[in-house]
């Protein structure tokens, strides 16, 4: 499984970005988004089960963010709303191959990886 993010940019506070993830391959997996800042740990910020009925957030992200697919395109989305400067990192896609119906939060449990794609947000 391949995985390719794309949509990061430069985004000014309050402002919204749309952040892609395409999957080649078998692609009957759940999927989460994760972030590292620089000199922070990679954190969790959300997941989807392979048929997008459920959906899980960090806490601090909830209401803001939201996650969503379409397996028809192989496609994972992030929108991202009211950014702030500290939601700047470095943002990945990754898929859980165990996982189908679960919406894992772990990152020790998700066995591929996108590239990553770069958020910054100024203030």
């Known amino acids: 499984v391949q995985l390719v993010e794309s949509g990061g940019g430069l985004v000014q506070a309050g402002g919204s970005l749309r952040l892609s993830c395409v999957a080649s391959?078998?692609?009957?997996?759940?999927m989460g988004w994760f972030r590292q800042a620089p000199g922070k740990e990679r954190e969790f910020v959300g997941s989807?089960?392979?048929?997008?009925?459920?959906?899980d957030y960090v806490d601090s992200l909830k209401g803001r963010f939201t996650i969503s697919r379409d397996n028809a395109k192989n496609t994972v989305y992030l929108q991202m709303n009211s950014l702030k400067p500290e939601d700047t990192a470095l943002y990945y896609c990754?898929?859980?191959?165990?996982?189908?119906?679960?919406?894992?939060?772990?990152?020790?449990?998700?066995?591929?990886w996108g590239q990553g794609t770069q958020v910054t947000v100024s203030s």
């Open positions: 989807i089960n392979w048929s997008g009925s459920r959906t």
């Open positions: 391959g078998r692609t009957f997996y759940a």
């Open positions: 990754a898929a859980d191959k165990t996982a189908t119906w679960d919406t894992p939060s772990r990152l020790a449990l998700y066995d591929y």
